[in-house]
């Protein structure tokens, strides 16, 4: 059995990220990455569909330690993969990832204080193990072996093509077809547009409206930067720049939120001119982010709307019928294709069993400790990214974090470190504060966060940065302990 000091699920764009750190902070560290595809790269490999893109700049959801040096802030899918890959190949990351190695549990021995980590290698599902002194989920929030969709009446009478788009066909011919849309978020309106330059009709269908917000999709001023100072140096003050701004708007939406409403409402008037139904089409019934704004570069899906290529019908579906969707309305939709751009399936860790000397853990029991460890579970961490800002922009923070346990265990003997709900005044919130449908129905399943700190979730890059960068490691909360505890110690395994 192969013991390393710490492993990395998941070689997406956090788990890249996090051998980064570890390679550099914790240096002399064994580590591996277990990925359970055939690549690098994550939702950015795994999505396919046309038009795939970023909703967050690549300052700020690129890495802190690499400068995003193309034109483009607003990236597309293709691009972003070949920085995550081309960031792992320049660092010699690469070398250790084992693909195709699927992790499906982990159970802790507090007797060896270490890990072990079973995963389902290749076509055969082979089982093999590992152990570990340290665990560092980086596999992302959602499920990548399905995707979330209703089961819609009649679907099975539909004589056309049904497509979720984590599931997109390369066959896949839209020439001259009727397509229909299901969904109002990120990927959909990613989608309608795209689809557009070549289908006959494009309808999107969206049961509710979502604010949506145009962007250019090259930063001018950041393109000037890098053209007049140093690459390093253009990077950090454009990526310190989009950080305050996001941080400046989001605090605006919370304490004035029909102020910002009506300028984001105003923006559409403006794109999309007084003839059309504002109202209707882009009218969210909830303020702004409560749930996670859309973003359209340059403007693409108002154009297709304003030229007639797509369209926006607001209702709700009746059931499928042979020719396309029956609305409660009355009104049929017709269409060749649909695609149920209808959301992600959540899933805790991966989906990973975790079991404390063979008792099952149930995630929805613990409470997050400041975002990436968890109440009562020894030498974990997960990689999670903010809800109203770059992914990256926290999970960098939360590597820098580990890194800091990590060294802080090495410099006193401590071979475990778990952290502790002491404090009985703690109450419990949800975990993520959305109203977005695929993290309510996922709530039930979820971990919790307190209502304090260090269990709350501020969703507040300059407190985390505080927090995490600079706050103490042994704040009482987390309880450390040393090799005297447990008969067997990391480096006598690691010698068998």
């Avoid at 990236?75 to 499906?104: C, K, M, T, W």
């Avoid at 557009?196 to 999107?204: E, I, L, P, W, Y």
């Avoid at 090259?218 to 950090?236: I, M, S, T, V």
């Avoid at 903010?386 to 923070?397: F, R, V």
Wanted: charged share 25%; glycine share 8%.
């Amino acid at each position: 059995m192969e013991h390393f000091d710490t492993i990395i699920v998941g070689a997406g764009l956090s788990g890249i990220g996090a051998a980064w750190h570890l390679q550099n902070r914790v240096p002399g560290r064994s580590f591996a990455i277990l990925e359970g595809r055939e690549a690098i790269g994550g939702t950015w490999d795994l999505f396919r569909y046309p038009g795939i893109r970023s909703d967050s700049d690549m300052y700020t959801l690129g890495y802190r330690f690499k400068p995003w040096r193309n034109a483009k802030a607003i990236a597309d899918g293709p691009s972003i993969r070949a920085y995550v890959r081309e960031a792992a190949s320049e660092n010699g990351i690469d070398q250790h990832i084992r693909f195709r190695h699927l992790v499906r549990s982990a159970n802790w021995d507090s007797s060896r204080a270490l890990w072990t980590v079973e995963a389902e290698v290749g076509v055969e599902k082979k089982r093999v193990q590992f152990t570990c002194s340290f665990l560092f989920m980086c596999s992302g929030y959602y499920s990548y072996e399905e995707g979330y969709r209703p089961d819609f009446p009649g679907m099975q009478d539909f004589s056309g093509s049904i497509i979720h788009p984590q599931f997109w066909p390369e066959d896949l011919n839209i020439h001259e077809k009727r397509v229909i849309v299901i969904g109002s978020g990120a990927t959909a309106v990613t989608l309608v547009p795209e689809l557009a330059k070549d289908a006959s009709q494009v309808t999107m269908l969206q049961r509710s409206p979502t604010y949506v917000v145009s962007r250019p999709a090259q930063d001018k001023f950041a393109n000037w930067l890098r053209e007049h100072l140093p690459a390093n140096l253009a990077y950090g003050i454009t990526r310190w720049r989009n950080v305050l701004f996001g941080m400046y708007f989001y605090r605006l939406a919370r304490r004035q939120p029909q102020k910002v409403k009506e300028r984001l409402l105003q923006m559409v008037h403006d794109e999309l001119g007084p003839d059309f139904d504002v109202k209707t089409h882009f009218t969210p019934n909830y303020n702004p982010w409560d749930q996670r704004l859309c973003l359209v570069p340059d403007s693409d899906m108002f154009e297709a709307i304003r030229k007639g290529r797509a369209q926006i019908v607001t209702d709700h579906i009746e059931r499928f019928v042979k020719d396309g969707i029956l609305l409660k309305s009355g009104k049929v939709l017709s269409a060749d294709i649909i695609v149920t751009a209808t959301g992600l399936k959540l899933e805790v860790l991966g989906g990973m069993k975790v079991s404390l000397d063979g008792h099952p853990v149930d995630m929805s029991k613990t409470l997050s400790y400041k975002g990436l460890m968890y109440s009562d579970i020894p030498n974990l961490a997960s990689s999670f990214g903010y809800t109203n800002a770059s992914w990256t922009l926290k999970c960098d923070l939360t590597c820098e974090y580990v890194c800091r346990i990590l060294n802080h265990m090495s410099e006193h003997g401590y071979v475990q470190a778990t952290p502790r709900l002491t404090d009985t005044s703690v109450g419990e919130e949800p975990w993520l504060d959305l109203k977005s449908g695929y993290i309510q129905r996922a709530a039930a399943y979820l971990p919790k966060q307190g209502n304090k700190k260090p269990w709350k979730l501020y969703q507040n890059y300059a407190l985390d940065l505080v927090s995490l960068r600079f706050g103490r490691i042994d704040d009482g909360t987390i309880e450390f302990k040393t090799a005297q505890s447990h008969p067997l110690t990391t480096s006598k395994l690691a010698a068998e």
